[in-house]
């Protein structure tokens, strides 16, 4: 068992976190108060106002159906928060990042949103993901183990190791009350002076390179100084010429009850666990919920707003049979619950931060390919910083690098 973690690197990353995301000089910002217009409450849209507003801006947020809501990618009860990932550095300190927001906020808000049972990441016969995370995640100041089979089966013998090489384990990752958090961001939102409007918003015409407004239902125009738009699955209908670069996928959930009495699979004898080879995971306990299970793999493409949200046979049974694989004593549990939710995906699964093409006043925010959610407070701050004028998005993020690809 390897232990990384030291106040050197602690320090170093708090140094490289707050260059790429702490905000610029309150007093700049606030010497321009802007208008703008945010569409779209999720955990992007929701985060980016907030932040917008703290930074004074006046700022309006928009939703269709309320954040959190059923038919969002941010809706359901729980999502992961981890900080393995791979060789990507930008998502590596953004999710160091986000835990602290989360944390801040918490505190802040008086809520309990993020749950630490720590994050127990599973390598497959190719390690070269994870083996890519440790440095970064060290230069991020996240804590991590590394930890043999032998250490996994002695510290979690509910777990059946078959075909795993070895472990990551973030002591202080866990996961977050998904709907509950969206909630709490509008409602910190509007408490703090921001304005939030249920209804359904389309882009208004462009000329000049400036967008004139935004129309909502029932026909009322609205006309602000930014927009920005972070519409998750609906970017391509919004905007067509998105359509060929965020692809809506369905997603199944399931929850399996647990035998009375047996605590293995509880969130306090469990972490959170990801098996990144065969592409699923879940979270034991899920805040009284159940055992949730979940496939990565994305499936086919959906209409967000149409699609019937019954789980298939075909997922249930594959469930079932990875919990007999994984978690034999959970083979016969029965079903509890379901969830069929959707993901947001970009072909590379980069997140989009950049103008509209031809409209320089309209900003759009997406491609949370489905592990979006955790970077919430940390991408609004970022979101926030390139639409007032402080930052520059990331190379990583910009529009243009999957807009050659679709041509």
Known sequence: METHSSRRSFLRSSAIAGAAYIIGSPSFVASVRRSIIVVGAGA??????????????????VDAWGPGNSRASSGGETRIIRATYGPSRIYTQMAARALRLWQENEQRWGLKLFFRTGVLWMAGKDDSYERAAMPLMNEAGVRF?????????????????????????EPDSGYLAARRACEAVLNAFVKEGGNYRQAQAAPGRV???????????????????LYVFA??????????????????????????????????????????????GRR????????????????????????????????SAEGLAAA????????????????????????????????????????????????????GFKHGPALGELVSNAVLGVETPPRELLLGRLLKKSI
């Open 44 to 61: 992007f849209g929701g985060w980016t106002a907030l932040q917008l507003l703290r930074k004074g801006a006046k700022v309006l947020l």
């Open 145 to 169: 183990e590394r930890l043999s089979v032998p250490d996994c089966a002695k510290r979690w013998p509910q777990i059946k190791f078959d075909d795993i090489s070895w472990s990551i384990y």
């Open 207 to 225: 000329t000049s390179s400036r967008m004139e407004g935004i129309t909502v239902t029932p026909g009322e125009a609205l006309t602000a100084d």
């Open 231 to 276: 519409c998750g699955p609906w970017l391509g209908k919004i905007f067509p010429f998105l359509a060929s670069v965020i692809t809506p996928t369905r997603q199944e959930v399931f929850f399996f009850g647990t035998t009375p009495g047996d605590l293995r699979f509880t969130e306090a004898q469990l972490p959170v666990w990801i098996d990144y």
């Open 280 to 311: 699923l995971y879940g979270i034991a306990g899920n805040h009284w919920r159940g055992f949730k299970v979940a496939d990565d793999t994305r499936g086919p493409v959906i209409d967000p707003t149409t699609m019937e949200r019954q789980i």
């Open 320 to 371: 079932r049979s990875y919990l007999s694989l994984r978690f034999p004593a959970l083979a016969d549990a029965p079903l509890l619950e379901s969830r069929v939710c959707q993901y947001e995906n970009s072909a590379d699964q980069n997140f989009i931060l950049d103008h509209h093409p031809e409209a320089e006043n309209v900003w759009i925010v997406g491609g949370g390919s489905g592990h």
